[in-house]
């Protein structure tokens, strides 16, 4: 099956006053048709950056995007010139974003918000994208389309208003979606009604979804494959499975045991990841995240330790990866 | 809205009833009043007898609360009183005067806001580049500025220019034309002293639209309109000008109520009869009728343009309703 989206060595910087900081620093990945990926991390790892990336909507200056390449469909996005990649943008991959509250243009109606982006890519009439816009919101289930379209942002709460983004995702029938932490803002309750709906919709549609959340338990089940990155780099990847199960590498143990689970330990205490994450700015040499790991021995600060296979399709950057079994983690 | 609208205007009653009392008892406040000046103020002799005369003729005499009473109760029956200094009605001294302001406050608003809009808003999505730097340039002149001075330069370069082009030294018609009559002439005359004031106005204007619209630019629907692959243009006309014109428009009518009655030099250097050159002649002459009659006016100026900036909010951000 041919990859819809192929990220290569994507490096993505920032330059500030207090120097450089690599937000993304050399991430490669592939998305298949129809899948749904997570990148997984803590905040300021990169992830939000690098989905931001993918349609080239870093704010520059002072981002910048200074190597790698983007396939999509086969085409390198990071070449097209902005008409072309306005094409892209909305059309064949829609984003939805982390602020449900304030993504939505105050002063425009919902339905001119759901429309023009349909008029604007597919050519469709006034009439046209009305109706299709009605049939949107059914689908996202908000009730009394027809009324509610001539509605404002404010008359939506939180929920109710993600629920549009995603039918303005939805809109053009794109062949990816890109969402960065689409339920960070919103209450648990409603979080889990957005995710299922966010998944039942893509596979109903067969359109694939990058899923960016600092949430493992978000993670598990709504994606099919799992990248978690720290510092800008991905440190761990595999299928949901491999990553649940076995993982193997420090951080991803870490954010592991730092979110409650059903399915093992009941009653165990939560473990914390101690320290912080490093400034990007002075990342110290070799791997990032040596100054928090507690399996860190003397050969780690001297390379950034490469991403290197672990079982079939799962990838770790530890150095020690091999010896991370479970019997290990589990005297931790 | 019409509601809301009904409430605001009942609601400038008392606004009004204030600013009447408060102008009837400064004017009186001051020492001297119009007979004094119009007997002495030429240096000529006149006794008491006289003085009494003219102030028994022009209502001076009577107590405070009835002379209160003649200048409130004339608006129920809408006789405005007569000039003390000129005898005429105050209506009709206003009304010509009025007219002229109107119209130059108008076209100067419409000159800065075809200056300031687009020039803020280029300003701001070039940021920080040459134009943008230009665009600063051009309206922190326009503040530091003076607009008589720049009238006079107006004045005196269209007097070189058209000597040096076709032979003859053209400057602005001195009469004020009414538009209806003669609309050439009319523009000939006021379009100078409209882009002198619209240029100064200007300045706070296109520095306000670019800031706001630096700000909206910011915002996170600004990025979904983005997202979208919406063309530049569609996301500064439809996604964020409507956003970043509140603070716009407030100050654009503020200083449009300004002009009403504010413009003393401009007037003078295009030797204009505007409200700011009566209002001045008012004061001086202490005629009392006329002054409160033009003090009301820019009252009644001010409240009608804060209404119009309240109903353009609601216009322009639907979150903003009034009931």
Redesign the interface.
Known sequence: MPKLLEVEDLRTQFYTTEGVVKAVDGITYSVDEGETVAIVGESGCGKSVGAMSVLRLIPNPPGQIVGGQIRFQGRDLLTLDDAEIRKVRGHKIAMVFQEPMTSLNPVLSIGTQLTETMMHHLGTTQQEADRRAVELLGMVGIGEPERRLKQYPHHFSGGMRQRVMIALALSCEPRLIIADEPTTALDVTIQAQILELMRDLTKRMGVALIIITHNLGVVARYAERVIVMYAGKIVETGTSEQIYHNPRHPYTIGLLNSVPRMDLHRGKRLVPIEGQPPDLTRLPPGCAYRPRCRWAIADCDRAVPPLAEVADGQLSACLRRAELDASMRDAS | MSKYILHRLLLTIPTLFGAALLVFLLMRAVPGDVCEIRLFGTGLYADQEQLDQCRDKLGLNKPMPLQFWDFVSGYFTGDLGESMWTGKPVAEEIGLRFQLSMQLAIMATAVAVIIAIPLGIISAVKQNTWIDYLVRAFSIAGIAIPSFWLGIVIILGLLIITQAWFGIPWMPPIEYVSPFEDPMENLAQLIWPAVATGYRYSAVATRMTRSALLEVLR???V?????????EK?IIN??AL??SLLPVVTIIALEFAFLMGGLVVTEQVFNLNGLGKLFVEAVLQHDFTLTQQLVMLVVVIFVLTNLFIDIMYAW????IRYS
């Open positions: 915002e996170d629907y990025r979904t309109a983005r997202a979208k692959g919406l063309l569609v439809r996604h409507k956003n322009l951000d639907p979150r």
